[in-house]
């Protein structure tokens, strides 16, 4: 609105009809009086204004997020269909599932939360995987879990799309410059968002790879053609030797989608070997800023793991207790790459990190160690 | 928002073009009007110069808008290649991405030399679209 004040003020927008008309005859007061009018029209209702034209952007965005969401459950109730030969449509079932909600612990005293937080995602996995082999009874494992991460997705899709709607019809209810600009402030982000959802439910329903499992990818590289053997939750290890060190190498279970429970399993192993652990290397995913190449490859220390939060706390408290140093090695890329089929940038960029990995054995250790590498990221796609 | 916005969408968008296209054409007749007027040097010339641009301004906007949001309309999909390689004699084959592909994947054996062959890598490739400025990098 000030804008407006600004711009009209400077011009005399009065003055106007001035310019063209130097005589003043009945067409110049005609303009004058219409000029007055938009002015004054301004004043009082720029704000509303600007409101709708907020609103309509909204709109605009919401008509797309449904046309995304609908297009999600369209491909997930298809693959199901084409996957689990089931003998009733399951199209109701689906639309259930897409409404499910979890309750997260109560965080009034924190003590404990961890691990209420891990029995709660316990329990949701347990009850999406029996609905998903209800949907789609022929489905082999690793199909099994791609479903589940396909329909996780389409969740996901319709939670953004519900959000959305809310405080559209909301602020549209309301007319209240706030609700509308604070949905309009994020919409670019959501949107972002949304479409990288969308992508991320394509490359599920086809169980092809995403950028998020090139860490799994790096370990996999190492493990491949080794003897392993599965290990707590849902996720492999193998006893290899690199450069003259002893590596426990770990990583989710594929090619299913699945990120397993990597903290669990280097707790394990760590146990296993009386804590007598040099270093604890982990290679992960990791989001990029603008402006960053994707593919880029950092390190640093620290546990590198996402996720709810629950397998960082175990394996910070398992190397606490016998204070073992942690590596991590990472692989930038942005949400949408995250989500999204692994780009060739990334895949290359594998190839570069299991050598980093190498560089950091050989610079971080002795000969004759004992070490554990790990991969952290949802293995859809990638065998070991 | 309910489920008619869909198809309705779709038949305001094919009316609200013909009014643009109209409205456009009004305003270049404004336009010309105003250059009429300009030779015959009538001051009237301005308000016909001012309605000719403003028209132009806002029907061209309109039509870019309502273009852009169609074309947002479509979900893209990538193309995904899959590598196959033979360990033995090192035969490399890429083909389209098939249902049940994963990387580290054995196949069958190899038609030239009955190595084994292997699925070595499955990627996207993507064309940098709009280069970002040099400086920065
Ligand atoms: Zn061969």
Known sequence: MQFFAVVTGLIHLEMLPFLFFPGGDSLSWIFQAFFSLIFVVFVFYGQRIQMYIMIREIQGSLLRLKFIRDEGRKIALKTIKEI?????????????????????????????????????????????????????????ETNINNLENTLEAAAALNFIYKVIRHFYLLGKKTLSLYIIMQIQMILPLIMREAEAYASALKAFSYG????????????????YGRRKRKIEKDCVVAKISIEGRTAYVIKAEGPGGNVGKPGEAIKRVIEENDGKISTVIMIDAALKLEGEKPGEIAEGVGAAIGGPGTEQYKIENSILKYKIPIHAVLIKEDIGDAVSPMRKEIFEATEAAVERVKCVIKEKTKEGDTIIVAGIGNTIGVGQ | ??????????????????????????????????????????????????????????????????????????????????????????????????????????????????????????????DEKGKELKIFS
């Open chain 2, 1 to 126: 928002m309910n489920d008619e916005t869909d198809t309705t969408a779709r038949k305001i968008s094919s009316i609200v073009i013909i009014v643009i296209i109209v409205a456009l054409a009004l305003s270049l007749s404004a336009l010309y009007q105003a250059y009429d007027l300009f030779i015959n040097e009538d001051p009237t010339m301005g308000l016909w110069l001012l309605i000719g641009f403003i028209g132009l301004a806002l029907s061209t906007y309109m039509l870019l808008q309502t273009r852009s949001r169609m074309k947002r309309f479509t979900l893209k999909t990538p193309p995904i290649t899959t590598t196959i390689i033979c360990s033995k004699c090192g035969f490399k084959n890429v083909r389209n991405f098939e249902r049940g592909d994963y990387i580290l994947k054995k196949l069958d054996s190899c038609s030239k030399c009955k190595g084994t062959l292997m699925i070595s890598a499955i990627y996207r490739k993507v």
């Open chain 1, 84 to 140: 689990g030969k089931s003998e009733v449509d399951p199209a109701e079932r689906v639309d259930r599932f897409l409404e499910y909600v979890t309750i997260r612990p109560e965080s009034m005293d924190p003590a404990g939360i961890v691990w209420k937080l891990e029995h709660i995602l316990d329990v949701r996995e347990e009850r999406f995987k029996d609905e998903v082999k209800l949907m789609a009874p022929a489905a082999d």
């Open chain 1, 208 to 223: 092809q790879p995403i950028g998020d499992g090139a860490g799994a990818l790096v370990v996999a590289k190492l493990m």
